[in-house]
């Protein structure tokens, strides 16, 4: 089992009312009455035997009807040796029951399905949350003990090759949909097994995105002809700004002769192009042997001849290798990075190139400015919408730092109805990089 469970941990099932599962097909209409807790030892007895036999690769087809059958005979085993004088068409109704729930994410399956929720959040195994239109709402559903949560969440994280315990209780994980998983256990969270489940949206364009208000037609166009021409591009914002979702939309107009290699940890970005490599990071195993990581990533598309690198979020010292890659020849690469203002970007990039320990401190910032064209500021708004709030022109270093041009800006006008009603004003009308688009044949005019 990956989780170790000390005896302090383990919680009663609810006893709500007797559990009474009526098998009108049996030859003699017999029922079958089964206590909370007898059905949630049987239950958990056929997922410990599904864990440990059934191939992982199945197990991760939570509703790959080949996956279910697989489990169904393994439940039907431990039903026949836990319950040897149940009749046998009582058992295969009772193994279809135990298996849907077990090869599930339970009362987690329709919020999964649901394409208006963007996250679900459990703050203990009796109270789910979700966000729907920006906003958190809890819901009436609960896992019925901390055991059946801390399933569940195996059932995520056994495919990967991932563990949560006592020695490991973080992990980030990544369902099959993209959806990016993560959950802690004690003794970091006191209050039990809380787990975050963010949702990505498929295939959200930029007229999807103008739609949502996070931008305008006349936006739209400045940028899709930023990215068939070729300028790199800085996407920043803060958590939940929709900064993957962003750079998603703009890949489609990134031009089709061109080949691109993605590198995230974990996959999310999902590129409509016919010449597009995914490359995904790895931490290290249960070992802590077999890590694969960004820069080492990067480092490697470098030698495998892509036109466009696009990390998904620079964290770290790869910013370095992307700067490196932005530098020699690999114009309209893109990538995301946490900063709440353009400025605050820039100078975060440059900690990050830094960090490498490869330049001296003092040759960072020009590196970094020589190749970064433009940044994109998104934000999350009070009244939780997502919008483009700036474009800053990179023009260069000045005394260590990088100097940029505000371009766009977003101005609130008022609030109105718990909505933020306002516009995008043009604050300069100079733009440094329009030689650079004519040179590959773009005639840029305006912003707005």
Not at 76 to 85: A, R
Not at 238 to 246: A, H, M
Not at 429 to 437: S, V, W
Request: some cysteine; charged content about 30%.
């Amino acid at each position: 089992m990956l989780f170790q469970r000390g005896e302090e941990e383990k919680k009663e099932p609810k006893k709500e009312h007797k559990r009474i599962i009526d098998y009108a097909n049996n030859t003699d209409g017999a029922k079958l009455e089964l206590e909370p807790e007898e059905y949630y030892e049987t239950k958990k007895a056929a997922q410990a035997e599904v864990m440990e036999t059934v191939d992982k690769e199945l197990l991760g087809k939570y509703r790959d009807d080949k996956s279910k059958e697989e489990i169904k005979k393994v439940v039907v085993s431990v039903l026949q040796k836990l319950h040897p004088q149940m009749p046998f068409k009582t058992i295969q109704v009772l193994a279809v029951r135990i298996t849907n729930e077990i090869s599930g994410y339970g009362p987690l399956e329709k919020y999964l399905n649901d394409p208006e929720i963007t996250e679900i959040l459990i703050e203990r195994f009796d109270k789910i949350t979700i966000e729907k239109d920006g906003r958190i709402h809890q819901t009436d559903d609960s896992f019925s003990s901390e055991d059946d949560l801390r399933l569940v969440v195996e059932r995520i994280i056994m495919p990967l090759g991932k563990r949560l315990d006592w020695s490991s209780p973080t992990v980030d994980a990544r369902l099959q949909d993209g959806s990016r998983v993560n959950a802690v256990i004690p003794p970091i969270s006191v209050d039990g097994t809380q787990v975050a489940i963010r949702k990505f949206k498929k295939e959200i364009s930029l007229d999807k995105l103008i739609e949502f208000g996070a931008l305008n037609e006349k936006l739209k166009e400045a940028l899709t002809k930023c990215v068939r021409g070729r300028l790199s591009i800085l996407v920043s914002g803060g958590t939940g700004s929709g900064k993957s979702t962003f750079l998603n939309a703009l890949s489609e107009y990134v031009r089709r002769d061109l080949s691109i290699i993605t590198i995230e940890n974990p996959i999310e970005l999902q590129f409509q192009h016919p010449h597009v490599r995914r490359w995904e990071a790895r931490p290290g195993n249960i070992e802590g042997k077999g890590e694969i990581s960004i820069r080492h990533l990067v480092i490697n598309a470098l030698r495998s001849r892509p036109d466009i690198i696009i990390i998904g979020e620079v964290r770290g010292s790869e910013a370095y290798d992307l700067a490196n890659a932005l530098n020699t020849g690999h114009d309209g690469s893109m990538s995301t990075l946490h900063a709440n203002t353009p400025n605050e970007a820039t100078k975060r990039f440059i900690s990050m190139v830094a960090s490498a320990e490869v330049l001296s401190k003092d040759l960072v910032p020009s590196y970094v400015a020589g190749g970064i064209d433009i940044i994109v500021q998104l934000s999350r708004m009070p009244d939780s919408s997502r919008k483009l709030v700036a474009i800053h022109e990179v023009l260069g270093e000045e005394n260590g730092e990088i100097k940029t041009r505000p371009l766009v800006e977003w101005k609130t006008h008022r609030h109105e109805e718990n909505r933020i009603v306002g516009d995008w004003e043009m604050v300069s009308d100079q733009f440094g990089k329009i030689n650079k688009l004519k040179d590959q044949g773009i005639d840029f005019t305006t912003w707005l």
